[in-house]
């Protein structure tokens, strides 16, 4: 929040973006908080890849499993925006580690 507020307090100008916005918590706080700005969100909608999950066992960084953060969906994101018409979806496709 005092992100949002110091860079338009500044004068800043440019959009938002964000990458990975599972259910939109962030992405409706950013909306609030920079109204007039586009606001990209970037995410699969589909959880963590398995290919993923597998390099990041194998590093031995993480206990996520297949389907994590799949509970979501666009429509769902946008829906909580109260200013759905600045936002912009991009579909990410899995990539492996």
Known sequence: ????????GLGVEGNVAELGC????????????MPDRKLYLFDTFEGFDSRDI??????GCSFAKK?????????AVLNRLPFPGRAVIRFLMPSVL
């Open 22 to 33: 599972y259910r939109g918590d962030t992405s409706w706080q950013l909306n609030v908080l």
């Open 1 to 8: 929040r005092r992100l949002c507020r110091r860079l338009t």
């Open 67 to 75: 389907g994590d953060f799949s509970d979501t969906s666009e429509t």
């Open 54 to 59: 597998q390099k990041e066992e194998e590093y």
